[in-house]
């Protein structure tokens, strides 16, 4: 059964604060790295120069003593007091990464600099909606066709109004006042029969009859398109083309 890593880091730490290089040698990892928490790139980059740095410190009368030990997640977390003797001795924290026995790595945290744990790996966000957005030259025209003819409520934002989330069940389309009305350009004008938004619905007939009866202009009648959905679309007082569309058959697309 392999050493739990705090027993692994125990025993080094007392190995070396008896000066007993070789028990520490035979825990260290041929690869070790051991620096401070900021500057991964200096201090020991091998276990030889680890080694090498700890006799240089026990030949000067360095004193190092262990205040505490614990796990934190993965790691081992120890503190320390070290200094060229006892009369100089600080305290400051290491963090130890064990694998398969030996230390494969020390990072040092100076005092009052407590080392954070592992952060748990987030769950990739879910997107939960989209909206179009688009250009309109007169809000209160657009409003007026989205409320009356598409049946959508209409917040207004400002004053004068000159932004509008237009809101039906789940599905919401944001609308801007451009003061420049030649600058819109719905989709259509640059891709052949190209929408500028595209609804997605569970019944394409009955809204199709609703929003007849409503009064909105037909761009093109409901029909089985060959990409799989039954659908028809209205054009809006700015030239946006909408289609509304329901899967055949009832498949998700």
Excluded at 14 to 33: I, K, M, N
Excluded at 97 to 109: K, S
Excluded at 189 to 199: E, F, I, K, Q, S
Aim: aromatic share 8%; charged share 30%.
């Amino acid at each position: 059964m392999s050493r739990r890593p705090v027993d692994v880091v125990r025993e080094c730490l007392e190995a070396a604060r008896r000066g007993e290089l070789d028990t520490v040698r035979s825990l260290l990892h041929a690869r070790v790295r051991w620096h401070e928490f900021d500057q991964p790139e200096s201090g020991c980059q091998d276990r030889e120069q680890a080694i090498a740095f700890l006799e240089r410190i026990l030949d000067e009368g360095g004193v190092l003593e262990l205040e505490a030990l614990g796990e934190l997640g993965d790691q081992v977390v120890a503190k320390l007091r070290f200094g060229p003797s006892r009369d100089e001795l600080t305290s400051h924290v290491e963090v130890f990464d064990v694998e398969d026995g030996l230390i494969v790595r020390i990072v040092i945290y100076p005092p009052r600099v407590e080392p954070r744990a592992p952060a748990a790996p987030r769950a990739a966000a879910k997107l939960t909606s989209s909206s179009a957005v688009l250009l309109v030259a007169d809000m209160e025209w657009a409003v007026a066709f989205y409320r009356d003819r598409l049946g959508f409520a209409c917040e207004l934002h400002n004053d004068p109004p000159d932004f509008c989330v237009a809101r039906r069940d789940d599905v919401s389309v944001l609308l801007a006042l451009c003061e420049d009305a030649e600058r819109i350009v719905p989709n259509w004008r640059l891709v052949h029969n190209m929408w500028d938004v595209y609804v997605r619905v569970d019944d394409a007939d009955a809204l199709y009859d609703e929003v007849r009866e409503r009064g909105a202009p037909i761009d093109y009648t409901i029909y089985d398109a060959p990409h799989g959905f039954r659908e028809f679309g209205v054009q809006d007082p700015d030239g946006h083309d909408v289609g509304f569309g329901q899967p055949i058959g009832g498949e998700q697309r």
